[in-house]
């Protein structure tokens, strides 16, 4: 498996040994979230982003077989559970929605939403603080953030079949999108600053598996050191949210080569609101939902909306999160499924809220699990 030279120097070896039993994604109500500095141990956070990272992306071809399993793996499993455990992400594919469970490590899959949680599918029982899922037209990846690695999904005969496992994939890779322009999975490292990019191959094997590769992987040296929950494809850039250790949002763009990120733009932001989770736009306003401040308090997690990024730094933003009328807890990932918003929400007991937005208005808010 292809991956960066110096990320199993000494230094990192100790920070990933720190982390290995740390909480990096909120908690839910009986599990608090443990804090960067506890996450790195004793290593200088500073000294984090003087690592080298270099790039070997020559064998890239040579990786597409490698993780490959030798029988497809189906689970054809009901969930056991009847609430959801730190619901992080849901979207829709193939007519399915799915849902990452994060704290009780599994994918849940269904054909109906809002049908009980009992009558849906596990997709994966094998993760750790899954956070993520994302799909092309034939495979479908899963980020397994606590064990560093992605796993791939194809649909075989009508059942999902788990047919590769990439492994060191970063550094708690944390949110996966697919670019269906550049058609190539994008992975984020959420502590090394790294995106790997993913590639499915052309043409099936003899099994009828199509392997993934990793095309390359392009790092932001700025971010090395900082918990970036996600970042967004939108407009003419790819833009970063805050962490709560360097307080800015980072819009970055590919280089016209394709073999690095420029820095195009930074956009400083207040203490209150450093530890972000994700930045959306949706007609007129930027939002943005809101983990913690820059102390890693979540009773600052809220959701936020603006029309100009650079207004954030004077605190020029409206909080909308009483707009939703839900309980106190931490909102996380929303995604647009058939023109209706959904957002996954923790510590508390509304875990998947649905809500459309008209002329700029929250509106037909719906607690569905």
């Known amino acids: 498996m292809l991956v960066c030279k110096k990320i199993h120097c000494a230094a990192v070896f100790l920070f990933i040994i720190a982390a290995a039993s740390a909480?990096?994604?909120?908690?839910?109500?009986?599990?608090?979230?443990?804090?960067?500095?506890?996450?790195?141990?004793?290593?200088?956070?500073?000294?984090?982003?003087?690592?080298?990272?270099?790039?070997?992306?020559?064998?890239?071809?040579?990786?597409?077989?490698?993780?490959?399993?030798?029988?497809?793996?189906?689970?054809?499993?009901?969930?056991?559970?009847?609430?959801?455990?730190?619901?992080?992400?849901?979207?829709?594919?193939?007519?399915?929605?799915?849902?990452?469970?994060?704290?009780?490590?599994?994918?849940?899959?269904?054909?109906?939403?809002?049908?009980?949680?009992?009558?849906?599918?596990?997709?994966?029982?094998?993760?750790?603080?899954?956070?993520?899922?994302?799909?092309?037209?034939?495979?479908?990846?899963?980020?397994?953030?606590?064990?560093?690695?992605?796993?791939?999904?194809?649909?075989?005969?009508?059942?999902?079949?788990?047919?590769?496992?990439?492994?060191?994939?970063?550094?708690?890779?944390?949110?996966?999108?697919?670019?269906?322009?550049?058609?190539?999975?994008?992975?984020?490292?959420?502590?090394?600053?790294?995106?790997?990019?993913?590639?499915?191959?052309?043409?099936?094997?003899?099994?009828?598996?199509?392997?993934?590769y990793i095309e390359k992987i392009l790092k932001i040296e700025e971010l090395y050191g900082v918990y970036v929950r996600s970042f967004t494809i939108m407009e003419d850039g790819i833009y970063f949210v805050s962490g709560h250790n360097n307080q800015k949002i980072i819009k970055a763009k590919i280089s016209p080569d394709g073999n690095a990120f420029t820095i195009k733009a930074s956009y400083a932001v207040p203490d209150k609101i450093a530890g972000m989770v994700q930045l959306t736009k949706i007609d007129d306003y930027y939002y943005i939902t809101v983990s913690t401040d820059n102390q890693e308090n979540q009773e600052y997690a809220t959701i936020v909306r603006c029309k100009d990024l650079e207004a954030l730094e004077q605190g020029s933003y409206q909080d909308i999160y009483s707009s939703f009328g839900i309980s106190g807890g931490t909102p996380y990932y929303i995604t647009q499924i058939e023109g209706r918003y959904y957002m996954a929400h923790h510590r508390t007991n509304e875990n998947i809220i649905a809500f459309d937005i008209i002329d700029n208005e929250i509106r037909n808010v719906k607690v569905i699990y």
């Open 23 to 212: 909480l990096i994604c909120t908690a839910c109500q009986a599990q608090p979230e443990v804090s960067f500095a506890e996450l790195a141990g004793t290593k200088d956070i500073a000294e984090i982003g003087t690592e080298e990272n270099t790039i070997d992306n020559n064998s890239k071809q040579e990786q597409a077989m490698q993780g490959i399993l030798p029988q497809p793996v189906f689970i054809n499993t009901k969930n056991t559970y009847q609430t959801l455990n730190v619901a992080t992400y849901i979207t829709k594919i193939d007519d399915l929605y799915f849902i990452a469970d994060c704290y009780h490590n599994q994918i849940l899959y269904h054909n109906i939403l809002g049908d009980p949680l009992t009558e849906w599918q596990v997709l994966t029982d094998k993760v750790h603080y899954a956070h993520t899922i994302a799909a092309d037209e034939e495979v479908l990846l899963v980020d397994d953030t606590e064990n560093n690695r992605v796993l791939v999904f194809q649909n075989m005969n009508g059942q999902y079949a788990q047919t590769q496992t990439l492994e060191n994939i970063g550094l708690k890779p944390h949110y996966i999108q697919y670019d269906a322009q550049r058609n190539v999975f994008m992975v984020w490292s959420s502590i090394t600053g790294e995106m790997y990019f993913l590639k499915r191959a052309d043409t099936p094997d003899d099994m009828g598996i199509f392997p993934i």
